[in-house]
């Protein structure tokens, strides 16, 4: 690249930019006509040639000592400096340009501006900036100066629309009709939105389920553990075994059982007893369980929280494949066979899930189950004098509430005890009349009024006999009653078994008309037997 320096004496930028102002030509007298003369010393037009005439072979390139050839205009246009802006033309840019190295012929033709003098023998063509030659339209100021004939004092000249021959922009109207069209289709897109998000509200479990969004209904394969004990009844088809498995923490869901022999149109037959399976069983693995012969525990028997003699010898008889007559004589016999002083063995049986040997007589049977209550009543500190006593109380409070309220309910029949106030359990009003067992909660006008001595509407005091089997828990809160007033309770969601407790028969009452009101939205919630 040729040295730009060693072709001018003057190495002051400062220098060569009052050069550059100092020779511009008056614009009344400009001449399109080529300038053959000698350029001065010193000018920028003279390092300009005599940069390229150091470039061999360089375009235009020439001798020295031989006159300049006259430039034709696309030549003069060629060899301007691109233009796009009134901040390219500053003091700095100029005199950066003079003195920064480039390099090869492009520099020789691009960074060195044209004197002014220069620019006047080349006309730029109207609306083409200095650039043109580079394939760079002009833009701004650039493009007024070619305008007018390309002088630089043009670059700097403020312009106005009308120098530019513009006109101001036409005001846009308003279109009212692309408003009620926008105003439509969000109407539109709120009432899909609206629409679907009540479908979701009202069905977004069924489709969670359709489109398997939602939990699964049955376990992963190969996370059972643990142990529980399942019970078979004489006659149980697919539904209330589904729910036996659900219960005991077997299956994941109550239906995924039946839902899975329904779907895979698996017919089977339940045979009754009590089967070892695991918990989060599959469907699958909890059917072939079932199937399975070994998991059948042989001559066993189960008693339930809350059941009675009457309900429990049947399924005892079926599942020991014993004859029922031979149970129901063992627990008719004098309770004192069996170490208990009581009327009869109501109560005596603990509710749990037994398995006996081979060749077990029925009174060996009852006497089992009368052995563990002793254990449970020993546990809980019951002295043997108040075990009768006790196991009245808890019986009532096992059939009459919670498991969490079970301290609270024995705290309001031990209140109502210490005050000579009748208990009014509709659990013994039921049992005295026979009707424990129908499923309903309220009492039947004939079982309140009935005259029998476990009715505790009619009599004051404890029922003669206890009324059901009772658990751990109700012993326990048999001997350890919660501390509180509470003279009242009812439950008033049976769904729930929400049950409120009240100091005031105002406050009861009030809990009343909420079980009533419960009771009229749910007709099939087991409020009565009508």
């Given at each position: 690249m040729p040295e730009r320096e060693s072709s001018s004496p003057q190495h002051d930028p400062d220098a060569r930019l009052g050069d550059l102002f100092e020779n511009l030509p008056d614009p009344s007298q400009q001449s399109p006509t080529v300038?053959?003369?000698?350029?001065?010393?010193?000018?920028?037009?003279?390092?300009?040639?005599?940069?390229?005439?150091?470039?061999?072979?360089?375009?235009?390139?020439?001798?020295?000592?031989?006159?300049?050839?006259p430039r034709s205009d696309a030549d003069s246009a060629t060899r301007a400096l691109p233009v796009t802006g009134p901040a390219q033309r500053s003091d700095a840019h100029v005199a950066d340009s003079v003195t920064r190295p480039h390099d090869e012929d492009s520099t020789a033709r691009r960074s060195v501006p044209a004197s002014d003098a220069e620019r006047d023998d080349a006309p730029v063509p109207a609306g083409v900036g200095a650039g043109a030659g580079a394939g760079v339209p002009a833009t701004g100021a650039a493009a007024g100066a070619a305008g007018s004939g390309g002088r630089l004092e043009d670059l700097f000249h403020a312009h106005t629309d009308e120098d530019s021959g513009s006109r101001p922009p036409k005001k846009k109207k308003r279109r009212t009709g692309c408003l009620v069209a926008l105003i439509i289709v969000l109407a539109v897109i709120g009432g899909i939105v609206g629409t679907g998000?009540?479908?979701?509200?009202?069905?977004?479990?069924?489709?969670?389920?359709?489109?398997?969004?939602?939990?699964?209904?049955?376990?992963?394969?190969?996370?059972?553990s643990g142990e529980v004990l399942v019970t078979v009844q004489e006659g149980d088809t697919g539904s209330p075994v589904s729910t036996a498995l659900y219960e005991a923490g077997v299956t994941r869901t109550d239906e995924v059982f039946y839902d899975y022999l329904v779907k895979e149109n698996i017919a089977v037959t339940f045979y009754p007893g009590i089967y070892r399976l695991q918990e989060k069983?599959?469907?699958?693995?909890?059917l072939e369980a079932l199937q399975d012969p070994a998991n059948k525990l042989e001559n066993s028997a189960s008693v339930g929280e809350g059941a009675t003699i009457e309900s429990s010898l049947p399924g005892m008889a079926e599942s020991l494949g014993m004859p029922i007559e031979d149970l129901q004589a063992a627990v008719d016999a004098d309770p004192a066979t069996y170490g208990v002083?009581?009327?009869?063995?109501?109560?005596?049986?603990?509710?749990?899930?037994?398995?006996f040997d081979p060749g077990v007589t029925a009174t060996q049977?009852?006497?089992?189950?009368?052995?563990?209550?002793?254990?449970?009543?020993?546990?809980?500190?019951?002295?043997a004098e108040d075990a009768q006593r006790v196991l009245t109380i808890a019986s009532i409070i096992q059939r009459e509430g919670l498991t969490a309220d079970f301290p609270k309910v024995s705290r309001v029949?031990?209140?109502?005890?210490?005050?000579?106030?009748?208990?009014?359990?509709?659990?013994?009003?039921?049992?005295?009349?026979?009707?424990?067992?129908?499923?309903?909660?309220s009492s039947s006008a004939e079982a309140l009024e009935d005259p029998n001595d476990w009715n505790t509407y009619v009599h004051t005091g404890l029922p003669i006999t206890p009324i059901a089997s009772p658990s751990d828990a109700a012993i326990d809160a048999a001997m350890h009653p919660a501390d509180g007033p509470w003279l009242y309770f009812v439950t008033i969601n049976l769904a729930t078994g929400e049950t409120q407790?009240?100091?005031?028969?105002?406050?009861?009452?009030?809990?009343?008309?909420k079980w009533e009101k419960w009771c009229q939205e749910n007709p099939d919630g087991g409020c009565s037997a009508g």
């Open positions: 300038d053959n003369t000698p350029p001065a010393p010193g000018s920028r037009r003279a390092a300009r040639e005599a940069a390229a005439a150091q470039t061999p072979g360089g375009e235009g390139a020439a001798p020295a000592s031989e006159p300049q050839e998000i009540w479908a979701w509200n009202t069905y977004g479990d069924k489709i969670s389920d359709a489109l398997g969004w939602g939990e699964p209904a049955d376990w992963e394969p190969g996370i059972a069983m599959t469907a699958e693995a909890a002083t009581a009327q009869n063995l109501e109560g005596w049986l603990f509710p749990a899930v037994y398995t049977v009852i006497q089992r189950m009368v052995d563990r209550t002793k254990e449970s009543l020993d546990a809980a500190g019951v002295p029949i031990q209140n109502r005890l210490d005050i000579d106030m009748k208990l009014q359990m509709d659990s013994t009003a039921q049992y005295g009349y026979g009707s424990l067992h129908e499923g309903v909660v407790f009240s100091v005031t028969y105002e406050e009861h009452l009030q809990g009343v008309e």
